[in-house]
Protein backbone atom coordinates (compact mmCIF):
# COMPACT_ATOMS: atom_id res chain seq x y z
CA UNK A 1 0.00 0.00 0.00
CA UNK A 2 0.97 3.80 -0.56
CA UNK A 3 2.22 5.47 2.23
CA UNK A 4 3.74 9.26 2.91
CA UNK A 5 5.78 10.11 5.92
CA UNK A 6 6.57 13.53 7.38
CA UNK A 7 8.65 13.05 10.46
CA UNK A 8 9.05 16.57 11.17
CA UNK A 9 5.49 17.67 12.68
CA UNK A 10 6.14 21.29 13.75
CA UNK A 11 9.07 23.61 12.51
CA UNK A 12 9.97 27.16 13.75
CA UNK A 13 12.13 29.46 11.93
CA UNK A 14 13.15 33.26 12.14
CA UNK A 15 12.12 35.38 8.85
CA UNK A 16 14.95 34.87 6.01
CA UNK A 17 15.82 31.54 7.37
CA UNK A 18 15.83 28.66 4.55
CA UNK A 19 13.97 25.93 5.57
CA UNK A 20 13.05 22.21 4.23
CA UNK A 21 10.33 20.20 4.39
CA UNK A 22 10.48 16.43 4.40
CA UNK A 23 8.41 14.03 2.77
CA UNK A 24 9.62 9.77 2.41
CA UNK A 25 7.02 8.33 0.01
CA UNK A 26 6.75 3.92 -0.32
CA UNK A 27 4.96 2.20 -3.41
CA UNK A 28 5.05 -0.98 -5.14
CA UNK A 29 4.09 1.18 -8.51
CA UNK A 30 6.54 2.31 -11.42
CA UNK A 31 3.84 5.05 -11.90
CA UNK A 32 3.17 7.60 -9.64
CA UNK A 33 2.80 11.29 -8.73
CA UNK A 34 4.37 12.85 -5.94
CA UNK A 35 2.34 16.46 -4.67
CA UNK A 36 2.83 19.02 -2.02
CA UNK A 37 -0.23 21.01 -0.91
CA UNK A 38 -0.26 24.69 1.51
CA UNK A 39 -2.96 24.74 4.19
CA UNK A 40 -2.61 28.30 5.51
CA UNK A 41 -4.64 29.35 8.53
CA UNK A 42 -7.66 29.86 6.46
CA UNK A 43 -7.82 26.09 6.24
CA UNK A 44 -8.41 25.55 2.27
CA UNK A 45 -5.16 23.22 0.70
CA UNK A 46 -3.29 25.09 -2.21
CA UNK A 47 -1.81 23.00 -4.71
CA UNK A 48 2.10 23.78 -5.08
CA UNK A 49 3.67 21.39 -7.17
CA UNK A 50 2.87 17.63 -9.02
CA UNK A 51 5.85 15.76 -10.06
CA UNK A 52 5.66 12.24 -12.01
CA UNK A 53 7.75 9.06 -11.39
CA UNK A 54 9.54 9.65 -14.57
CA UNK A 55 10.73 13.00 -14.06
CA UNK A 56 13.93 13.43 -11.54
CA UNK A 57 13.78 17.24 -12.39
CA UNK A 58 14.36 19.39 -9.36
CA UNK A 59 12.13 22.54 -9.76
CA UNK A 60 12.81 25.54 -8.44
CA UNK A 61 9.67 28.42 -8.29
CA UNK A 62 10.90 31.47 -6.89
CA UNK A 63 11.74 30.92 -3.41
CA UNK A 64 10.13 27.57 -3.33
CA UNK A 65 12.29 24.33 -4.71
CA UNK A 66 11.76 20.58 -4.64
CA UNK A 67 14.28 17.83 -4.61
CA UNK A 68 12.69 14.78 -6.04
CA UNK A 69 15.24 11.68 -5.42
CA UNK A 70 14.20 8.14 -6.20
CA UNK A 71 17.15 6.69 -4.58
CA UNK A 72 15.94 7.52 -1.51
CA UNK A 73 11.82 7.56 -2.34
CA UNK A 74 11.96 11.20 -1.22
CA UNK A 75 10.19 14.71 -2.47
CA UNK A 76 11.76 17.32 0.18
CA UNK A 77 10.76 20.76 0.14
CA UNK A 78 12.49 23.95 0.38
CA UNK A 79 11.63 27.35 1.24
CA UNK A 80 14.37 29.97 0.51
CA UNK A 81 14.29 33.64 2.35
CA UNK A 82 11.35 32.34 4.32
CA UNK A 83 8.79 35.02 5.16
CA UNK A 84 5.97 35.32 7.58
CA UNK A 85 3.60 34.43 4.67
CA UNK A 86 4.86 31.01 4.37
CA UNK A 87 3.71 29.94 8.06
CA UNK A 88 1.21 27.22 7.08
CA UNK A 89 0.96 23.28 7.32
CA UNK A 90 2.46 21.84 4.45
CA UNK A 91 1.09 18.24 3.09
CA UNK A 92 2.73 15.82 0.92
CA UNK A 93 0.77 13.44 -1.17
CA UNK A 94 1.11 10.45 -3.33
CA UNK A 95 -0.93 9.35 -5.96
CA UNK A 96 -0.78 5.85 -8.00
CA UNK A 97 -1.47 6.02 -11.33
CA UNK A 98 -4.96 4.39 -11.15
CA UNK A 99 -5.37 5.12 -7.56
CA UNK A 100 -6.49 7.89 -5.17
CA UNK A 101 -4.07 10.29 -3.26
CA UNK A 102 -2.96 9.90 -0.17
CA UNK A 103 -1.53 12.21 2.43
CA UNK A 104 1.38 12.78 4.93
CA UNK A 105 0.33 13.96 8.82
CA UNK A 106 1.53 17.82 7.63
CA UNK A 107 4.22 19.63 8.42
CA UNK A 108 3.61 22.98 10.13
CA UNK A 109 5.63 25.77 9.51
CA UNK A 110 5.71 28.57 11.73
CA UNK A 111 7.76 31.89 10.54
CA UNK A 112 8.60 34.66 13.30
CA UNK A 113 9.06 37.86 12.25
CA UNK B 1 -14.71 32.15 -11.26
CA UNK B 2 -14.19 28.54 -11.14
CA UNK B 3 -14.04 26.55 -7.57
CA UNK B 4 -15.10 24.84 -5.17
CA UNK B 5 -17.21 25.92 -2.56
CA UNK B 6 -18.35 24.51 0.49
CA UNK B 7 -21.27 25.57 3.51
CA UNK B 8 -21.71 26.50 5.64
CA UNK B 9 -17.96 27.19 7.35
CA UNK B 10 -18.16 25.92 10.83
CA UNK B 11 -21.56 23.80 11.79
CA UNK B 12 -22.98 23.03 15.32
CA UNK B 13 -25.06 19.53 16.04
CA UNK B 14 -26.48 17.91 18.86
CA UNK B 15 -25.40 14.90 19.92
CA UNK B 16 -27.62 12.26 18.06
CA UNK B 17 -28.43 14.33 14.85
CA UNK B 18 -27.57 14.09 11.23
CA UNK B 19 -26.40 17.19 9.64
CA UNK B 20 -25.43 17.49 5.98
CA UNK B 21 -22.53 19.48 4.35
CA UNK B 22 -22.74 20.81 0.76
CA UNK B 23 -19.98 20.70 -1.34
CA UNK B 24 -20.45 22.15 -5.50
CA UNK B 25 -17.89 22.47 -8.31
CA UNK B 26 -18.33 24.45 -11.14
CA UNK B 27 -15.03 23.41 -12.44
CA UNK B 28 -16.82 20.54 -14.64
CA UNK B 29 -14.19 17.88 -12.64
CA UNK B 30 -16.12 14.50 -12.77
CA UNK B 31 -14.54 13.17 -9.60
CA UNK B 32 -14.89 14.03 -5.77
CA UNK B 33 -13.92 13.71 -2.83
CA UNK B 34 -14.64 14.29 1.07
CA UNK B 35 -11.91 14.25 3.80
CA UNK B 36 -11.89 14.63 6.96
CA UNK B 37 -9.20 16.39 8.69
CA UNK B 38 -8.14 16.14 12.80
CA UNK B 39 -5.91 18.41 14.65
CA UNK B 40 -2.43 17.45 14.24
CA UNK B 41 -3.37 14.66 11.40
CA UNK B 42 -3.07 14.69 7.53
CA UNK B 43 -6.68 14.38 5.55
CA UNK B 44 -8.24 10.90 5.70
CA UNK B 45 -10.96 9.98 3.07
CA UNK B 46 -14.60 9.54 3.54
CA UNK B 47 -15.91 9.01 0.93
CA UNK B 48 -15.16 9.39 -3.34
CA UNK B 49 -16.84 9.62 -6.54
CA UNK B 50 -15.56 9.08 -9.90
CA UNK B 51 -19.03 9.99 -12.05
CA UNK B 52 -21.99 10.69 -11.42
CA UNK B 53 -24.94 8.16 -9.34
CA UNK B 54 -21.15 6.28 -8.27
CA UNK B 55 -19.30 6.48 -5.25
CA UNK B 56 -17.43 4.49 -3.38
CA UNK B 57 -16.26 4.61 0.27
CA UNK B 58 -12.66 5.62 1.69
CA UNK B 59 -10.78 4.98 4.36
CA UNK B 60 -13.24 6.07 7.47
CA UNK B 61 -16.60 5.63 5.42
CA UNK B 62 -18.49 4.46 8.67
CA UNK B 63 -21.34 6.90 10.36
CA UNK B 64 -21.13 8.88 6.87
CA UNK B 65 -23.44 8.77 3.61
CA UNK B 66 -23.28 10.80 0.15
CA UNK B 67 -25.01 11.13 -2.99
CA UNK B 68 -23.73 12.23 -6.34
CA UNK B 69 -26.87 12.75 -8.00
CA UNK B 70 -25.48 15.66 -10.43
CA UNK B 71 -21.88 16.18 -11.68
CA UNK B 72 -21.40 19.41 -9.97
CA UNK B 73 -22.96 18.48 -6.26
CA UNK B 74 -21.35 16.12 -3.91
CA UNK B 75 -22.86 16.17 -0.58
CA UNK B 76 -21.80 14.88 3.03
CA UNK B 77 -24.35 13.40 5.25
CA UNK B 78 -22.50 13.42 8.93
CA UNK B 79 -25.17 10.53 10.67
CA UNK B 80 -25.67 9.54 14.44
CA UNK B 81 -23.80 6.73 14.64
CA UNK B 82 -20.64 8.62 13.69
CA UNK B 83 -18.69 8.63 16.94
CA UNK B 84 -17.10 11.32 16.97
CA UNK B 85 -17.88 13.61 14.35
CA UNK B 86 -16.09 16.90 15.58
CA UNK B 87 -13.53 17.48 12.45
CA UNK B 88 -12.77 20.13 9.84
CA UNK B 89 -14.22 18.49 6.38
CA UNK B 90 -12.70 19.02 3.10
CA UNK B 91 -14.35 18.74 0.11
CA UNK B 92 -12.22 18.16 -3.55
CA UNK B 93 -12.54 17.77 -6.90
CA UNK B 94 -9.89 16.75 -10.05
CA UNK B 95 -10.27 16.10 -13.71
CA UNK B 96 -10.96 11.76 -13.52
CA UNK B 97 -8.25 9.70 -15.27
CA UNK B 98 -4.57 9.03 -14.31
CA UNK B 99 -3.86 9.74 -10.60
CA UNK B 100 -1.55 12.62 -12.16
CA UNK B 101 -4.15 15.25 -12.27
CA UNK B 102 -4.12 17.15 -8.56
CA UNK B 103 -7.16 18.13 -6.34
CA UNK B 104 -8.57 21.53 -5.94
CA UNK B 105 -9.86 21.65 -2.32
CA UNK B 106 -12.91 23.71 -1.09
CA UNK B 107 -12.59 26.04 2.27
CA UNK B 108 -14.16 23.57 4.32
CA UNK B 109 -16.65 22.96 6.74
CA UNK B 110 -16.04 22.97 10.69
CA UNK B 111 -18.27 20.75 12.74
CA UNK B 112 -18.62 20.51 16.50
CA UNK B 113 -20.76 18.46 18.32
CA UNK B 114 -22.28 19.62 21.48
Known amino acids: AQKVTQAQTEISVVEKEDVTLDCVYE???????LFWYKQPPSGELVFLIR??????QNEISGRYSWNFQKSTSSFNFTITASQVVDSAVYFC??????????FGAGTRLTVKP | DGGITQSPKYLFRKEGQNVTLSCEQN?????MYWYRQDPGQGLRLIYY???????QKGDIAEGYSVSREKKESFPLTVTSAQKNPTAFYLC?????????????FGPGTRLTVL
Open chain 1, 93 to 102: ALSEAWDDMR
Open chain 2, 27 to 31: LNHDA
Open chain 1, 27 to 33: TRDTTYY
Open chain 2, 49 to 55: SQIVNDF
Open chain 2, 92 to 104: ASRISGTGGNEQF
Open chain 1, 51 to 56: RNSFDE
